[in-house]
Structure formats: structure tokens, C-alpha cells
């Protein structure tokens, strides 16, 4: 069984803590939009799917358990100055923003409507976020079998037999609804019996490869292996051939127009690392994720966190024999006093990515090096155009 990092009733919502895993799973409630914004600032819930559908449902429970006026208007400008303030909370993740502006949208139009009432107008939101939850999961679903299908047909190492993948940062069910992205990729290779093993990164500072990722692949039996980050070209040298790696798939938080990617820093290094050794470099990413009004990675604001992050680490204790739980200690890893630079992102160029998984298929460049992602928004239900879209 998948996961579950989003548990969600109509009037309640329930997060996994993300800071307590691996060692500990524990829920959180979250009774308001403010508790939301507290939740992704502190990066107890994270990964631009789950954020911009934790956030949305935050506001949707906020609005059921409230008294609110009965004048249409009122509401929809309570409901729209809740989404501004959501979206500060994490600003590189374009999932969040293009999920407020698709639900202020949606509350706008339902103020409009002749006798609307603050009631029509909540109940318009409250449906319009409970279906971005539905269709998060389905998504992620159509993006692993997009993906691991382009895998199996357009690598060497798919034509070769079952392939290993290496992945960075966490893209599983913990960053979304339920089923994952570049992890979800990765699942249904497995699932198709096309997955010979897992390769997950580290992702250090903050090590959602280690606590998250790890901790997923292990729950769902997945043969797999943890590296650090500055293992990554060893294993691709020393170990590609005899492990048939066929490339590293990653997720996103912001996909320019040109293709170029905002994601978890260290990712633009992977990309120069699999052209170098002539893997493919695959992002696997929602359309919510692709911002065609961003036109280029450097347009893209990247956020700086808090250096202790990187001098810094917490965990239980840990006596030489066994982890005691009860005990959770912060350690010091580095001298005293340093400066540290945090960026949380780095942008891959496109010219460095070889497809762009979505949940309708896998964008190629075109023969001049070109994406053209605004065919995405073209297609209807699954299909592409043939011209825009390989190995499906």
C-alpha cells in the first residue's frame, strides 16, 4: 500500500509530518490556511504537488467550519486574500501558485452568478480543491506509466532487459496526493516488472532522499540503494554497465516555457553528470508544474534557507547498538562560526534534459533543441500531438 501523506474529509485534514520520518510517523491537523503556511514554511509537508493541494484543502476546511457572511463578494474576497497569503509560503513551487489562481478563478465566477450567496460561493471552492486532490493522484499515475514506458523503449538499457534508475530529493507519494512523480516513474517500472533497482541520492542539506525517499522505497519493497550526492558519477562510471542504468529521473518545482527546470538543489548536477556518461536525464512533472508565462531558468527566483541547515543535523540518538526514539538530538557537523550559502533550488538547462514526463506524455526537443511544452495544454484528455511527444 502507497503512502498516505494527505488524509482528507470534508472538514478535517491531516498531514504527515514530514520532519519526524523516517524514525517516526505522525500526524498533524490542520485546522486553517495559517496552519498550512506554517506546515510548508516549515517544510513539514513538502514537494510542489502536495503543497499547492495542502494549502487549497487548508482553506477548503478553514471555510466549512467558519461562519461566513452571506454576501457572495465578501466571501470570494476572504477567500481570494487566503490564497495570497498561502503562496508566500513557498514561492519557487509554481504548483501553489497556479492552484490559487485556478480556485480564485473559480470563486470569482461563482460570485457572479445571479442570487450567488457566500454559501454558493464556498461550496464552489470547497469542490473545486476537494477535485484537485482526485486529480493529483490520477495524474501522477498517468505520468509513471508514461514515463517508465519511455524508459523501457528509448533507453539502451531498455532494450537490454530490466533497468536501474537514480533519483534525487523525494517525488513519491510524501511530495503529492498519493503515487508520485519521478518516483512514480520508478513504481510502475516495478510494478511492470521493468525495474532491475533504485538508485536514491542523498539530497543533502535537508536529506529528503535519505528520510523520505529511502523511507518510501522500503515501505513499498522496492530493491534499492541509498547514495550521497557526491556518489553519483562513481556509481554511473563504476556501476552503470553491470547495473544496466538507463538515466536518473527527477522531479520539479518550476518548469520554464524553454524547458529549463527549477528543482532540489544538486539536480543540475545529475544533468551534467548523465550527459557525460550518456544516460538520459528525465524530469517527470505535472502541467500544473509548466509555467509558460516564465520564459527562461533565469527568470526564476530561487530560495535561500536558513544556513543551519547545512551546519546542522537532527535525529534520535543513537547508541552504537540501537536508536532511542525517546531522544532527539541536534549535532553540530561543521566549524563553528562559517558562512554558509543555502540555495534550496538549482535551474537544469534544457539543453541538458531529454524528455519532460507529464501526465499526458513525454515531451522530446524538437531537431533544432527546442521544447515546445505549450502543446501540452493543447491536448485533449491523454492524447499529444504525434510531433511533440516520443516513445508512447
Known sequence: MVLQAIKYTRGQLEILDQLKLPHAEGYDHIYSSTDA????????????????????????????????????????????????????????????ADAAGKLRKITEDAAKKEGASGDFVREAYVKAAEQMLVDDVSDNENIGKHGAEWIVKNTEAGKKGPVSMLTHCNTGSLATAGYGTALGVIRSLHSSGSLKHAFCSETRPYNQGSRLTAFELV???????????????????????????????????????????????????????????????????????????????????????????????????HDGVNLDLAVVETVSIAANGINVWNPAFDVTPAELIDGIITEVGVFEKDSEGIFHLEEAFQAKGSEVKPSTIGGL
Open 37 to 96: 503556511w506554517h506546515a510548508i514554511k516549515e517544510m513539514r509537508t513538502r514537494g510542489a504537488p502536495a503543497i499547492a493541494i495542502v494549502a487549497a484543502l487548508a482553506l477548503a476546511v478553514e471555510l466549512t467550519n467558519m461562519k461566513l457572511s452571506s454576501v457572495a463578494e465578501e466571501v470570494q474576497v476572504f477567500i481570494t486574500e487566503k490564497l495570497d497569503y498561502l503562496v508566500t509560503s513557498r514561492p519557487t513551487a509554481v504548483n501553489l
Open 219 to 317: 515501505h513499498d519493497q522496492i530493491p534499492a540503494t541509498l547514495v550521497t550526492d557526491s556518489m553519483a558519477a562513481a556509481l554511473l562510471r563504476l556501476r552503470g554497465g553491470s547495473e544496466n542504468i538507463a538515466g536518473i529521473v527527477v522531479g520539479a518545482d518550476r518548469v520554464a516555457a524553454n524547458g529549463d527546470t527549477a528543482n532540489k538543489i544538486g539536480t543540475y548536477s545529475l544533468a551534467i553528470l548523465a550527459k557525460h556518461h550518456g544516460v538520459k536525464f528525465l524530469v517527470a512533472a505535472p502541467r500544473t508544474t509548466i509555467d509558460l508565462k516564465t520564459k527562461s531558468g533565469a527568470d526564476i527566483v530561487i530560495e535561500e534557507r536558513a544556513g543551519k541547515e547545512v551546519t546542522l543535523i537532527k535525529g534520535p540518538r
